[in-house]
């Protein structure tokens, strides 16, 4: 027989329950009130962000159409009278971005004056702490000149690396009681700061630096026992092509300006006593063989230019400074032929590093540049890259591009290889007794067009970075374009933009913008 035994249902009290959704439910719904207004008080200074950086670059104006655009000083003026009572979810407690839009709306109004003194055929691009606040044009393709060597810079080091160095070598057949059967070979390795310890370098207008020493290789000869050599010296840059210079520079700038250059440079192609070579590979031999004859090596049958024979072996190297010193040194002289190098080693690297890899080329530079730029989300609508110092007539840059490349500049070699106004390199003579004399670090440019045809017009450049003893960076690119460039123009619109330059920031102590 079965028993079913039904039990009857347990009642709880439902105060208890209730309780405890209430205790769940309203703490939830507090934070989420909380969250809310904070996430509209975060749209409100992003879309403030947003519309200061688009008309810095955009149509003028628009920023002057934000109901609550405050000047710098209507800033500071409401965070001296914030209270502790400040509420929570207010801007007054991250005063550090509100002084940043406040500082950089009041460089925009001081910088934008100066635009009335530009043609339509020059760009500016200026922002503060990263910050985009005014342009002129920043969009437009205009011809670059010399600052085109920051983007170079700034390329070399991300694709080689700021520790990347160049090996120059010597190699001989096997010597025999101090005498070499046959050629020997100075090879070249991309270094394009090679030079003789006597070689009068100071001469130079923008004397090199960082240089590395060709000695050291003569010095291999007679450390090695070597004292006569029964060949040539033969100087080989195969590492590279034979493009010793740029088809599309301007008429006299090829073995003046810039070049020859290979993958074995010494003194830019120059030999003591005997002018620049056609062949900087054959001046390089020659160099190193007059350096042999003051160490008492006799070479039988002179100098010239190949490839290295594989029956050799290497009896001395030398290593150059490394990359970023190598960079500094190029944009502080605006050295052309070592911009050109660069080029070709980088797409050299990018083919890969062994010997069996190909040749370093402008073409393969030209692509690697190009490629790196677009990855870093570089604006390129326009811009045209054709070599690397900047001598080209058809290059083309525009001021968004270059100042986007500055702005991720800070802490490398690029900023702290450029010259400083009034004290170092192509500006060493310019901005003395200016506001911004000993702080403002910026590539120059020039570059001078005959009027042959329609030429692109006369170039020329400013662009770089004024730091502040209270704080604060401001990266610009000023490219000035016209048929002509008269000293007495340009220096005007340079200081015009340093006077203004020279305020920032507005506001020093962020202190004042938060909670008293």
């Known amino acids: 027989m079965r028993v079913d035994v039904v039990a009857a249902p347990v009642r709880y009290r439902r105060m208890p329950l209730v ?3 209430l205790i769940a439910i309203v703490p939830t719904v507090i934070l989420a009130a909380a969250y809310l207004r904070l996430d509209r008080e975060a749209d409100r200074y992003d879309a403030r962000v947003e519309a200061l950086a688009t008309s810095s670059l955009g149509e003028p104006g628009d920023l002057d159409d934000l109901d609550d655009a405050l000047s710098a000083a209507e800033v500071a003026a ?56 005014a342009g002129h044009n920043p969009d437009r393709a205009v011809v670059p000149a010399s600052v085109q060597k920051v983007l170079v810079a700034a390329v070399a080091l991300e694709v080689l690396g700021p520790d990347y160095t160049f090996t120059t070598s010597v190699r001989t057949p ?46 291999a000869f007679v450390a090695n026992g070597i004292t006569r050599i029964r060949g040539t010296v033969i100087g080989d840059g195969t590492r590279y092509d034979d493009e010793f210079v740029v088809e599309g520079w301007g008429p006299g700038v090829a073995f003046d300006s810039a070049g020859p250059y290979d993958a074995l440079l010494v003194n830019d192609a120059r030999v003591l006593g005997r002018g620049q070579a056609d062949d900087p590979n054959r001046g390089a031999a020659r160099e190193l063989a007059r350096l042999l004859g003051n160490r008492d090596v006799r070479v039988d049958d002179g100098w010239g230019s190949g490839q290295a024979a594989t029956n050799t072996q290497v009896i001395g190297t030398v290593e150059s400074a490394p990359l970023s010193e190598i960079v500094r040194e190029m944009l502080t002289t605006s050295d052309n032929n070592t911009a050109e190098m660069l080029v070709k080693e980088i797409g050299r690297a990018d083919a890969g590093a062994s010997e069996t890899a190909g040749i370093g080329t402008r073409a393969a530079g030209l692509t690697v540049i190009d490629r790196t730029l677009r990855t870093w989300g570089v ?30 500049a800070p802490g490398t070699a690029v900023a702290s290889g450029l010259p400083l106004a009034g004290e170092t390199g192509t500006l060493s003579d310019e901005f003395i007794g200016s506001p911004v004399a000993g702080r403002l670090f910026a590539k120059t440019g020039t570059l001078n067009n005959p009027p042959v045809g329609e030429p692109p017009p006369a170039a020329k450049s ?13 990266e610009f690119a000023i490219i000035l374009n016209a048929a002509e460039l008269p000293e007495p123009t340009y220096r005007q619109i340079w200081a015009e933009f340093a006077t203004r330059f020279s305020t920032f920031p507005a506001i ?8 008293q």
């Open 19 to 21: 309780l405890l959704l």
């Open 174 to 219: 096997l010597p025999v009681d101090g005498v070499v059967e046959g050629d020997v070979y100075l090879v070249g390795g991309g270094d394009p700061l090679l030079t003789s310890d006597d070689y009068p370098i100071d001469e130079d207008r923008y004397p090199a630096f960082s240089t590395t020493s060709l000695d050291v290789l003569a010095d």
């Open 462 to 474: 400013l662009a770089g970075f004024v730091t502040s003893p209270a704080g604060g960076t401001i």
């Open 379 to 408: 604006p390129m609508a326009g811009v045209r890259v054709l070599d690397g110092s900047g001598l080209h007539l058809e290059n083309r840059l525009t001021c968004a591009a270059l100042l986007h490349v500055l702005q991720r």
């Open 78 to 133: 409401a965070a001296r009278r914030a209270a502790l009572s400040t509420s929570l979810f207010q801007y007054r407690r991250i005063p550090g971005p509100s002084a940043d839009l406040a500082n950089a709306i009041e460089l925009r109004s001081e910088v934008r004056p100066v635009f009335g003194f530009l043609n339509e055929e020059s760009c500016v691009a200026v922002s503060a702490n990263g910050l985009d606040v």
């Open 508 to 515: 020093t102590d962020v202190t004042t913008l938060g909670p």
